[in-house]
């Protein structure tokens, strides 16, 4: 699953090829994402990892690295 965020994270954020993407990147402040990129971060989980957000849990703190939005995902299958 990791490798899978990680993996989407690559893909679609505005970076450039050599730009090295860390599991503790903040995606947001290094601006890699923007809301529309939030948006597009929601759905791939919604669609590839099955994973429903609630309104409550659509914070920074749960997406702003890959790191944050693994212990979310996990969290959240946990559940």
Do not use: C, W
């Amino acid at each position: 699953m990791e490798d899978k965020i990680k993996d989407y994270v690559k893909r679609t954020a505005a970076v450039s090829a050599n730009f090295s993407i860390n599991n503790d990147t903040l995606l947001f402040e290094e601006g890699l994402f923007d809301s529309m990129g939030f948006m597009s971060l929601i759905n791939f989980l919604q669609e590839e990892l099955k994973i429903q957000p609630n309104d409550d849990e659509l914070v920074v703190e749960n997406f702003e690295s890959i790191n944050a939005i693994v212990a979310y995902v996990n969290k959240k299958q946990a559940a």
